[in-house]
């Protein structure tokens, strides 16, 4: 089974709640809020980790911050072997059908005689007028 993973920073401050008054819990309602939405949409948590993150400090110095991230994964969707996938082909190129389908209708009309009852359909097409003659 193949998974697909999803790093998100980990909240940097704690969120307000009612009922929830140190900022260690509030801390961990703003962690239990992160990890609940990403879950979901399908994502399950895996770890959470700290890495080094290289950032400019100035115009030319450059200094070294540590990330706290968090690691979730969820399963990839398994897609069906190429050899059993069938997609529907194009026998013809959709110009030729088009126009295949114009010569088609214009047949039926010629085919149709006033002695069956009906009338030709009246025709704005001038091609058509002319093929008719």
Request: glycine fraction near 4%; aromatic fraction near 6%; hydrophobic fraction near 35%.
């Amino acid at each position: 089974m193949s998974y697909e993973y999803k790093v998100v920073p980990a909240p940097a401050r704690g969120l307000k709640a009612k009922g929830v008054k140190t900022p260690e819990d509030r801390f961990a309602h703003a962690l239990q809020t992160a990890m609940n939405e990403l879950a979901a949409d399908g994502w399950e948590y895996l770890r959470a980790d700290t890495l080094p993150c290289e950032q400019r400090e100035g115009l030319i110095s450059k200094t070294t911050v540590f990330q706290n991230m968090l690691v979730f994964r969820r399963a990839m969707q398994a897609d069906a072997p190429a050899a059993t996938r069938q997609e529907p082909a194009l026998t013809k190129p959709v110009k030729e059908i088009a126009q295949s389908t114009a010569e088609e209708t214009l047949m039926i009309e010629k085919s149709r005689s006033p002695d069956d009852g009906e009338t030709a359909p009246a025709t704005s097409d001038k091609k058509s007028d002319v093929a008719a003659e």
